[in-house]
């Protein structure tokens, strides 16, 4: 069964405590701050001119930026978790 299903049954039946429904939505919560947190990165560096920093500042903070994108593509193989709406 897939996992939508299962959250769906667990939700319709009550089978599953509160917790679990709790903590799906703070995944969600930290899965739409990592991405809204890349792009707007992103921006920062398409709109500056980091010319002028030193090199070891400009590769902490690319180091940075690519944790934080591989976060959120290893957050996007669990969509399915992450995304789930109740059924109407």
């Not at 739409?32 to 903070?61: H, R």
């Amino acid at each position: 069964m897939a996992i939508k299903d299962k959250l769906n049954s667990a939700w319709q039946t009550n089978e599953t405590m509160d917790a679990v429904f709790e903590f799906r939505a703070q995944a969600e919560n930290a899965y739409n701050v990592l991405q809204e947190t890349v792009s707007k990165i992103d921006e920062i560096i398409a709109e500056a001119d980091f010319s002028g920093v030193d090199a070891e500042i400009l590769e902490e903070g690319t180091a940075i930026r690519d944790i934080l994108e591989q976060s959120k593509d290893a957050l996007d193989g669990h969509s399915a978790f992450i995304t789930w709406r109740q059924e109407k």
